[in-house]
């Protein structure tokens, strides 16, 4: 088979160890007998699973002791529903009637997420970059922040628009700050002190689709409003390790896998600096002229998201094919904004983001 390097935005790529070793593990998990899909949840084998999994993602990212770590199903767009009514209910009883949230609009997760939460409370976009077409982060000194919000709602990495904050606001009150890092999680350091929840699908940087990762501060556990279902309401989940019905299971196992591969890469400290190489390898080449174009101001430009489009558009199709044929897959840009979208996560080799430079380069006809 010929070298296959998936560019793809999520499901995503993963480390090609932790697929050999589920591999390996598929019939008969160390000497069990079972597969990972066959055990009970509750079973020695599964928590043994589990804890190893909490236990290397609180190494990775240095999670707080006063903070859980919950696995949930649902996924991002689920989160944007659980996240309001688990926290509303944090100030909807005294200042403000009925309870705010603000949201900074960067893109179109984080548009999505606006929407979802005004059907539980009352949403305040205190700044959106949609005028300059999700091309930065609108400066903190222009946010318009409610007093008293019940939290602030970012997206870290637009997934899509590839526009990723390069710092964490300093609000000077204690509104809890939620990030959205389902596509960037794992792959810079986070001081995860500043943020009140963090939560991501794991089918980008994770693991596979279905698994929900939220990271939550203890006192914001207890809030959850009465229609919250039990199994979303965070405190639940906390007061039975993700285990109040059965989480997804195999998908805990993989990204558990994916830690330990992490923590051997180094941490995410290295992992941050084989990534920031990745990136400048890319966006120099879609830099060099103006054959194609990234319309990300440089210093908001993801990592892990490159979205880019060809000056010709109406080479589109033969870029694709070209790169299909060299192993280059799933470069086709979302169908919202179009044109190409190269997604180089962690399990990204600078092998793979070479071979796309090499084709880049090819195809605009440069020496
Ligand atoms: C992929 C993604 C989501 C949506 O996740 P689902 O698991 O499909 O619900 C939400 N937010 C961001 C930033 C994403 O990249």
């Given amino acids: 088979?010929?070298?296959?390097?998936?560019?793809?935005?999520?499901?995503?790529?993963?480390?090609?160890?932790?697929?050999?070793?589920?591999?390996?593990?598929?019939?008969?998990?160390?000497?069990?007998?079972?597969?990972?899909?066959?055990?009970?949840?509750?079973?020695?084998?599964?928590?043994?699973?589990?804890?190893?999994?909490?236990?290397?993602?609180?190494?990775?990212?240095?999670?707080?002791?006063?903070?859980?770590?919950?696995?949930?199903?649902?996924?991002?767009?689920?989160?944007?529903?659980?996240?309001?009514?688990?926290?509303?209910?944090?100030?909807?009883?005294?200042?403000?009637?009925?309870?705010?949230?603000?949201?900074?609009?960067?893109?179109?997760?984080?548009?999505?997420?606006?929407?979802?939460?005004?059907?539980?409370?009352?949403?305040?976009?205190?700044?959106?970059?949609?005028?300059?077409?999700?091309?930065?982060?609108?400066?903190?000194?222009?946010?318009?922040?409610?007093?008293?919000?019940?939290?602030?709602h970012l997206c870290t990495n637009e997934t899509i628009d590839g526009v990723e904050y390069n710092f964490v606001p300093e609000l000077g009150d204690d509104t809890p700050i939620v990030a959205d890092m389902s596509?960037?999680?794992?792959?810079?350091?986070?001081?995860?002190?500043?943020?009140?929840?963090?939560?991501?699908?794991?089918?980008?940087?994770?693991?596979?689709?279905?698994?929900?990762?939220?990271?939550?501060?203890?006192?914001?556990?207890?809030?959850?409003?009465?229609?919250?279902?039990?199994a979303f309401d965070w405190s639940i989940v906390a007061a039975h390790d993700s285990m109040y019905n059965t989480p997804p299971t195999y998908g805990i196992y993989i990204a558990g896998l994916v830690f330990a591969h992490v923590l051997r890469q180094g941490g995410v400290a290295a992992m941050e600096q084989r990534n920031i190489a990745k990136a400048e390898l890319l966006y120099a080449a879609l830099d060099a002229d103006d054959f194609y174009q990234n319309r990300v101001e440089k210093d908001c430009r993801s990592r892990m998201n490159v979205p880019f489009y060809l000056r010709d558009e109406t080479l589109n199709d033969k870029f694709l094919a070209g790169a299909k044929a060299r192993g280059l897959l799933q470069l086709k840009g979302h169908k919202s904004v179009g044109g190409m979208r190269a997604s180089i996560y962690n399990a990204m080799l600078i092998e793979g983001v070479q071979a796309l430079v090499d084709y880049l380069n090819e195809f605009a006809g440069r020496k």
């Fill in 183 to 230: 596509s960037h999680i794992l792959s810079r350091v986070i001081d995860v002190s500043k943020y009140g929840v963090i939560f991501g699908g794991a089918q980008k940087n994770i693991g596979p689709a279905g698994l929900t990762l939220v990271i939550v501060r203890d006192d914001l556990l207890g809030h959850a409003l009465p229609i919250c279902p039990s």
């Fill in 1 to 152: 088979m010929t070298q296959i390097y998936n560019f793809s935005a999520g499901p995503a790529v993963l480390p090609k160890e932790v697929l050999q070793q589920a591999a390996a593990d598929m019939l008969d998990w160390h000497g069990s007998g079972m597969s990972v899909m066959e055990m009970s949840h509750r079973g020695p084998e599964f928590i043994s699973i589990y804890e190893a999994a909490v236990r290397d993602l609180r190494l990775l990212l240095n999670v707080p002791a006063n903070y859980k770590i919950l696995f949930l199903q649902g996924g991002g767009l689920g989160e944007n529903a659980i996240v309001p009514m688990n926290l509303v209910g944090r100030v909807s009883a005294s200042a403000t009637t009925p309870a705010a949230i603000d949201f900074v609009h960067t893109g179109s997760w984080s548009g999505k997420s606006v929407k979802e939460a005004a059907r539980y409370a009352n949403v305040n976009v205190a700044a959106s970059g949609e005028a300059g077409r999700f091309t930065s982060v609108p400066p903190q000194s222009e946010w318009k922040l409610t007093p008293g919000a019940a939290y602030l």
